[in-house]
């Protein structure tokens, strides 16, 4: 008999231990989605910084969708179709983008031009 307890504590530790560890990897993830996507209505803050309304409630429709089984790429579709592409402080590489992202390295060329020219052939 007392092997029978020590088997069921043994069980009802392990599953309560694996619900824990299924909570605390779900606010893992709450969080680091939250720290990618941009407040709307806070200037320059992130959803996991911000204390506002649209914040919280950004919060609760990521834990609702992680709960649902959505993976971290359908939450980002999910928010991008409904907010845009600003709400993610990770643009893509995508026609709309491609002056952000090439412009930094033109930039970077023509200075690099510049400085050349500037010290070797003067």
Do not use: H
């Not at 309560?16 to 806070?42: E, P, T, V, Y």
């Amino acid at each position: 008999m007392k092997f029978f307890k020590f088997i069921l504590i043994v069980f009802l530790s392990f599953f309560i231990f694996q619900k824990n560890l299924i909570a605390n990897d779900n606010s893992k993830l709450i969080n680091k989605i939250s720290k990618n996507l941009r407040c709307l209505i806070c200037q320059g803050q992130s959803i996991y910084d911000s204390q506002s309304d649209f914040a919280i409630s950004m919060k609760l429709l990521i834990k609702k969708k992680i709960e649902e089984g959505n993976s971290e790429k359908q939450i980002y579709e999910y928010l991008k179709n409904q907010y845009g592409e600003w709400i993610s402080y990770d643009t893509e590489i995508n026609q709309k983008t491609y002056l952000l992202w090439l412009f930094p390295l033109f930039l970077f060329i023509f200075g690099g031009i510049l400085i050349f020219r500037k010290v070797f052939i003067n």
